[in-house]
């Protein structure tokens, strides 16, 4: 036999991808980004690009990477989205990755907490894009940080960050008007509280646990508010 020295493993082998029936025959090149690897007419092996296109893909990993995501205590799934072979977080072996819920194809609920030890989410919160999420629970982990004002969760309905490290002022979120639970109770968030003027229907509000101002606005404008932890 001889020495094919094309192949990249330079073994001894009878040379072949000459016309022979092995061109297209399945291989692996090691990329965990490319799909269906197949032996080419060089003798390489390569197979397709697998472009991660999911709508809400690009948000997802960039919390993940924010918040030191292959430290979680579950991010099945997401790990596999980080590697490029699951680019749909609707869909990973049949199921979302962990946490996800979905409808028509899209991210509705993000669940990153069990209310006791969260989920070992550690740094610092990004400006969420994800315009179809619904729920966001991300209590009892370590994000840091101010608290944003979600401009681009603009249907998101309940909003639960409890017993985390964030810090400064609590915004208006004047983009937020469908929300209907508001829960920042146990961080460290400082200054005036709104009077959430652009939230009409906000039902719950936990305030509990920071160092804020202890005026309290009469919170006119929330005609719907039944329960308030200050």
């Not at 998101?156 to 979120?173: A, H, K």
Request: aromatic residues 10%; charged residues 15%.
């Amino acid at each position: 036999s001889d020495n094919n020295l094309q192949l990249p493993w330079q073994g001894d082998h009878i040379p072949f991808c000459n016309g022979e029936d092995e061109i297209g025959a399945p291989c692996n090149d090691n990329d965990p980004l490319t799909t269906d690897d197949q032996i080419q007419d060089d003798c390489s092996c390569s197979g397709d690009s697998q472009d991660c296109t999911h709508p809400d893909y690009a948000g997802l990993m960039e919390l993940y990477n924010s918040t030191g995501g292959d430290n979680w205590t579950f991010n099945n799934g997401w790990k596999e989205g980080l590697e490029g072979t699951s680019c749909d977080p609707c869909d990973w072996n049949g199921i979302p990755w962990f946490g996800i819920e979905c409808e028509n194809n899209r991210v509705v609920s993000l669940n990153l907490s069990n209310s006791v030890a969260g989920n070992n989410l550690i740094g610092i919160m990004p400006n969420l894009s994800l315009n179809r999420l619904e729920f966001l629970n991300l209590t009892a982990n370590n994000i840091e940080g101010p608290l944003l004002n979600f401009e681009f969760l603009t249907n998101l309905r309940q909003l639960i960050l409890n017993s985390n490290n964030l810090t400064g002022p609590i915004p208006n979120f004047e983009f937020l008007p469908n929300l209907n639970n508001l829960d920042i109770g146990g961080n460290s968030l400082s200054g005036a509280i709104p009077n959430f003027q652009f939230l009409p229907n906000l039902d719950f509000l936990n305030l509990a646990g920071n160092n804020l101002n202890e005026a309290i606005p009469n919170f006119e404008f929330i005609s719907s508010l039944r329960y308030i932890l200050l």
